[in-house]
């Protein structure tokens, strides 16, 4: 598609449920990132994946967090146990990158609210 | 690694250029400075980016300085849709095969009033 699609829009757990975040990047961009937004303006970068390969995983908490982008498959970023910190919005972008220039196409993203 | 900082908020006049400002003093020689901006709660999107010399799209222009410490970023006929935050991003890449990351700022808020 021409869009990078994340589902759901909203998710609701309680405290120490599993939330599963769902990302289809554009077909043919090779580079998937996810982004957390918690405070209103602040970016924290998680993890990138080029192809199905975790690329930089730089960003990712390491004992609840994990990630995929599995081939013909929507992209998955998952949390287990949430605490109420993990409430924020969580993005996803794909890229190609071209000549070492490169620009990221964003989903609208999935507002994830732990109760 | 290079960090930016930006103005919190910037009010323009529909019609009136818009000249965001970013400070980016640590950067390094090859490090690129990109511009995104948030519309209320979308995702970001990108406007532009540049290295070294001046740049302009159908959408923005950025000009940086000679010493490469400082760009703005300029609308040149804001209008109420620009009503976003900003964000100057600096790109940092490791020379470990392609690796690279963006350094977000905290952004500037733009309101374009009419």
């Known amino acids: 598609g021409e869009e990078v699609a994340q589902t759901p829009k909203h998710l609701v757990r309680g405290e120490g449920q599993k939330a599963k975040l769902y990302c289809a990047p554009i077909k043919g961009h090779s580079y998937v990132f996810w982004y957390q937004q918690v405070l209103k303006n602040e970016f924290k970068f998680l993890i990138s994946f080029q192809n199905e390969n975790v690329f930089d995983e730089t960003g990712m908490p390491k004992e609840r967090f994990s990630a995929k982008c599995l081939p013909n498959s929507p992209c998955s970023l998952e949390i287990q146990a949430t605490k109420l910190e993990d409430s924020a919005v969580y993005f996803c972008?794909?890229?190609?990158?071209?000549?070492?220039?490169?620009?990221?196409?964003f989903g609208s993203g999935t507002q994830l609210s732990v109760l | 690694d290079a960090k930016t900082t930006q103005p919190p908020s910037m009010d323009c006049a529909e019609g009136r250029a818009a000249n965001l400002p970013c400070n980016h003093s640590?950067?390094?020689?090859?490090?690129?400075v990109y511009w995104y901006r948030q519309i209320h709660s979308q995702g970001p999107q990108y406007i532009i980016h540049?290295?070294?010399?001046?740049e302009t799209n159908e959408m923005a222009s950025l000009i940086i300085t000679e010493d490469r410490k400082s760009s703005t970023l300029i609308l040149p006929h804001a209008t109420l849709r620009d009503t976003a935050v900003y964000y100057c991003?600096?790109?940092?890449?490791?020379?470990?095969?392609?690796?690279?990351?963006?350094?977000w700022g905290l952004g500037t808020s733009l309101a374009v009033n009419p």
């Open positions: 540049g290295l070294k010399n001046n």
């Open positions: 640590t950067i390094s020689g090859n490090e690129y």
């Open positions: 991003i600096v790109r940092v890449d490791y020379n470990a095969g392609n690796n690279r990351k963006l350094i």
């Open positions: 972008a794909s890229s190609l990158l071209m000549q070492g220039i490169e620009k990221l196409f």
